[in-house]
């Protein structure tokens, strides 16, 4: 069975940071990102292809919109797992709330010393590329946690056994957390 790649691998107008793609999002929070009308961007393609893809321990990379989607894969599986930490008490809200803090907290940019796939993505050329990049992954962290929790939650204030069964599995043996 292989692997599922990105469906913007040919899109010809990407922006790259190192070799990290700045895909255009559908979002309502502030950031670099290039707004879209589409309706399907690069979070729907995380959330759509996070639970067949997480069973893989290798994933061979054939393009800067694949690194973007490996990135959106590690961090849904940190996020499952700060829900599922708090799941017998965390409702809908409260998840909400954890997720949103998780996205906003300090995190590691390919090129820092605490980033666990410097082997994968390049380091941002100077400090505005580093900025601007620290900057889109905030921004897609965010819009990707909010709309992780409408699939969690779903069926009300009750979250999915069908994705908190994936705070298990670790694609590529990895995680974007330094506890995990």
């Known amino acids: 069975m292989p692997v599922y790649h990105s469906t913007f691998l040919a899109d010809p107008d990407t922006r790259l940071i190192g070799n990290f793609a700045v895909m255009p999002l559908r979002t309502k929070f502030r950031g670099p990102a290039y707004p879209t009308s589409e309706d399907y961007d690069i979070i729907d393609e995380v959330l759509d292809l996070f639970r067949a893809n997480s069973f893989f321990r290798n994933f061979e990379i054939k393009g800067p919109a694949d690194r973007t989607l490996i990135y959106g894969i590690l961090f849904i599986t940190d996020c499952l797992s700060a829900i599922s930490s708090k799941a017998g008490k965390a409702d809908r809200t409260e998840a909400g709330r954890i997720l949103n803090t998780f996205a906003l907290e300090h995190f ?12 994968l993505y390049a380091a941002p050329r100077d400090r505005a590329e580093a900025d601007m990049l620290r900057g889109y992954l905030s921004q897609f962290r965010q819009e990707l946690a909010v709309r992780l ?25 990895k995680s974007l957390s330094s506890s995990a």
Do not use: E, H, Q
């Open 149 to 173: 929790i409408d699939r969690v939650y779903a069926n009300g204030d009750v979250p999915s056994k069908y994705w908190l069964a994936f705070t298990r599995r670790r694609f590529m043996n």
């Open 108 to 119: 590691s940019i390919p090129g820092d010393p605490g980033f666990p796939l410097n082997s």
